[in-house]
C-alpha cells in the first residue's frame, strides 16, 4: 500500500543537526498520523516521534525531547524530522512510518507502512 522513502541521513558531528525526510507515494498521506523509529546495532526499534494526521498533537520519546521536531507538509505528501544538537547515542537507521488511522503514539503495530530507513551516524 503506497511506498515511503526516506533522505538526508549522513554523518554528523556531534551538537549538529540532520533534516530528514519521508516522501510518500501512492497513498494520501494526509488521513494517517505517521511516525518515526530508529534502530540502532544490537538494539531493537525503537520509538521516536509521531504525529497526528492534523498535525496538531506530537509525541517524542523522552531521549530526543528538546532536540528534534517532527513536522509535515500534507500538501507535499511529506513527512519531516529535524535533529538537533545531535549525540552519539544518536546514531541509527531512522525509519519512517504510516499509521493506519489519524491517531498513533509509539507502538510499531500502529503502523503499516514502512520506508527502508536512512543511516544516521553522529561522531564524537
Known amino acids: 500500500q503506497g511506498q515511503l522513502v526516506e533522505s538526508g541521513g549522513g554523518l554528523v558531528q556531534a551538537g549538529g543537526s540532520l533534516r530528514l525526510s519521508c516522501a510518500a507515494s501512492?497513498?494520501?498521506?494526509?488521513?494517517?498520523?505517521m511516525g518515526w523509529f530508529r534502530q540502532a546495532p544490537g538494539k531493537e526499534r525503537e520509538f521516536v516521534v509521531s504525529?497526528?494526521?492534523?498535525?496538531?498533537?506530537?509525541y517524542y520519546t523522552d531521549s530526543v525531547k528538546g532536540r528534534f521536531t517532527i513536522s509535515r507538509d500534507n500538501a507535499k505528501n511529506t513527512v519531516y524530522l529535524q535533529m538537533n544538537s545531535l549525540k552519539p547515542e544518536d546514531t541509527a537507521v531512522y525509519y519512517c512510518?504510516?499509521?493506519?488511522?489519524?491517531?498513533?503514539?509509539?507502538?510499531?503495530?500502529?503502523?503499516?507502512?514502512w520506508g527502508q530507513g536512512t543511516q544516521v551516524t553522529v561522531s564524537s
Open positions: 501512492g497513498r494520501t498521506i494526509s488521513r494517517y498520523a
Open positions: 504525529i497526528r494526521a492534523n498535525g496538531a498533537n506530537k
Open positions: 512510518a504510516a499509521a493506519r488511522g489519524p491517531f498513533a503514539t509509539a507502538l510499531i503495530g500502529e503502523y503499516d507502512t
